[in-house]
Nanobody
Framework: VQLQASGGGLVQAGGSLRLSCAASGRTFSRDAMGWFRQGLGNEREFVAA????????SYAVPAKGRFTISRDNAKNTVYLQMNSVKPEDTAVYYC??????????????WGQGTLVTVSS
């Protein structure tokens, strides 16, 4: 079971970035998927999640109105479109997968992180 995140990098404040996470070794088409992040010196925090059908989406307050989560089940891939990024969005972003009741609190499946750095 692997969740491979990509798309991180350096972006200026106010810019945009799209993260991707490809799942392999297991079919996640019936799982919710999401993103957590961890900034330097901070605890991991929930960012966004989406149900397998895409009909339900949840966002943490800092992400609302700026980030959009989506998925392509045919590709077993989830995306996080980040717009109007701020320096406080700087963090390692982790892709997660699990049942929808767990996805925003204690998901069991984690990918490796991808670093997003926002310069001011």
């Amino acid at each position: 079971v692997q969740l491979q995140a990509s798309g991180g990098g350096l972006v200026q404040a106010g810019g945009s970035l799209r993260l991707s996470c490809a799942a392999s070794g297991r079919t996640f088409s019936r799982d919710a998927m999401g993103w957590f992040r961890q900034g330097l010196g901070n605890e991991r925090e929930f960012v966004a999640a989406i149900s397998w059908s895409g009909s339900w989406r949840s966002y943490a307050v800092p992400a609302k109105g700026r980030f959009t989560i989506s998925r392509d089940n045919a590709k077993n891939t989830v995306y996080l479109q980040m717009n109007s990024v701020k320096p406080e969005d700087t963090a390692v972003y982790y892709c997660v997968a699990d049942d929808v009741v767990l996805i925003s609190s204690r998901p069991r499946y984690w990918g490796q992180g991808t670093l997003v750095t926002v310069s001011s």
